[in-house]
């Protein structure tokens, strides 16, 4: 088990060099009124051996991890990793973040480490899909049904981004494998310090992906992409299969230079929000911009994009409160200044955190602009 010392040398975060650029781009410094925190004083709390100063700082729970400090860091210091590792250290000693939704998304996350467990996942498939029992590519759907009914009064898009994922995978002559017992990643889990959890949740789901025999695993979720190529090969076991999102995988079909748009469909003008565990956890960036010009949409970009992109403002269902709304407010501020008709994302929290933003009556017009996953506008334009 690491102490504080092993992960501070892991991290790199002897090498900060307290030029504070970390601080200027840090969205919960600047919004942060409680005590002034950063991820430079974070690192010097550490530096300094005492672990307890480091739980109390209001950064430590509150953090994205979102990488933003990371494009700037001039010594690569892995912040956002020091904090994932030292918030399992944490736990170790009994401590964890605030959880939101009355914690109802970490329990069904500790509820599907049960082997026996028995889910009604597939639900949402319907006829006109096309699955296989035996294809070499397996859709991996995440928690997009769980989602659905945890936020349906939000009205997102859940079930319907994997209706979508399927159709367009159709489209490309693809008849994916889908898994009807399927568990929660554990990206949650992992970020928030509970490796218990994330350890039991991982070994179940690669025992049932290892037994598909596919060859890649497709995923609609960054964060999805993230655990299955990332955490499980580093931490849990190889599954030996190539992991890519959605927007990688069309990307790279031959068939894909073939998809059939629907030219009668209006020409939106679109606005997109890079999703920090797609874009700067993973480097994709260019592969949601083609297909959205292929569409036939017209790409408006925010005043902060690509490696600059500000995050929805909530991670893990912990910590989320004045700061994560400020945050929310502050990039769908962004969206409507472009001229935009539509904000697409490839991530489903995104949407579910701009949309709650949406919520306040007293923010009217000033954030008002319909968001949708770049899954669904890419199927109702075939």
């Known amino acids: 088990m690491s102490n504080l010392q092993d992960i501070i040398n892991q991290n790199r975060v002897w090498y900060c060099l307290e030029c504070g650029k970390c ?28 672990s307890a100063d480091v739980y109390e700082d209001p950064l430590f729970w509150s953090c994205l991890t979102c990488k933003r400090c ?48 028995d ?7 319907d006829r006109d899909l ?21 936020f349906k009064e939000l009205g997102i898009e859940g079930p319907e981004i994997a209706r979508a994922a399927v159709r367009i995978l159709n489209h490309l002559g693809i008849e994916p494998q889908v898994l ?15 490796m218990v959890t994330f350890e039991a949740l991982a070994h179940l789901n690669l025992e049932r992906i290892k037994a598909t025999g596919a060859k890649q695993i497709v995923t609609t979720c960054p964060e999805c992409a993230r655990t299955l190529g990332l955490d499980y090969p580093n931490r849990v076991g190889a599954h030996g299969m190539e992991v890519l999102h959605l927007t990688q995988f069309i990307s790279r079909q031959p068939a894909a230079s073939r998809l059939a748009w629907d030219s009668e469909k209006k020409k939106y003008k679109a606005t997109y929000q890079d999703a ?82 949406q919520q306040d009556p007293t923010l009217g017009k000033d954030i008002a602009i319909p968001i949708r996953d770049l899954a669904t506008v890419l199927a109702d334009r075939l």
């Open 23 to 50: 601080s200027a781009v840090c969205p919960i410094t600047f919004w942060e009124t409680r005590a002034y925190c950063s991820p430079r004083l974070l690192i010097e709390k550490a530096l300094n051996g005492d």
């Open 70 to 117: 990371s494009e700037l860091c001039p010594s690569d210091v892995l912040f956002s990793e020091f904090i994932r590792d030292t918030r399992g250290l944490a736990r170790n000693d009994g401590l964890s973040g605030d959880c939101t939704h009355g914690e109802v998304i970490q329990t069904w996350g500790r509820m599907m480490t049960d082997p026996e467990l």
């Open 119 to 125: 889910q009604n996942r597939l639900e949402w498939l």
């Open 130 to 150: 096309r699955v296989s029992q035996d294809s070499e590519v397996l859709y991996f759907v995440g928690c997009l049904p769980y989602y659905q009914l945890q």
């Open 180 to 194: 009807p017992d399927e568990r929660c990643c554990g990206h949650d889990q992992i970020w928030q310090g509970d």
């Open 276 to 357: 920090c565990r797609l874009s700067r956890h993973l480097g994709v960036y260019e592969e949601p911009r083609a297909l959205l010009h292929a569409a036939g949409l017209e790409l408006l970009e925010m005043e902060r994009t690509h490696r600059s992109s500000l995050c929805c403002g909530t991670s893990c269902w912990s910590a989320c409160g004045k700061v994560s709304k400020n945050i929310q407010v502050e990039r769908l501020k962004e969206a409507k200044a472009t001229g935009a008709e539509l904000l697409i994302t490839t991530c489903i929290k995104c949407q579910i955190h701009f949309k709650c933003a």
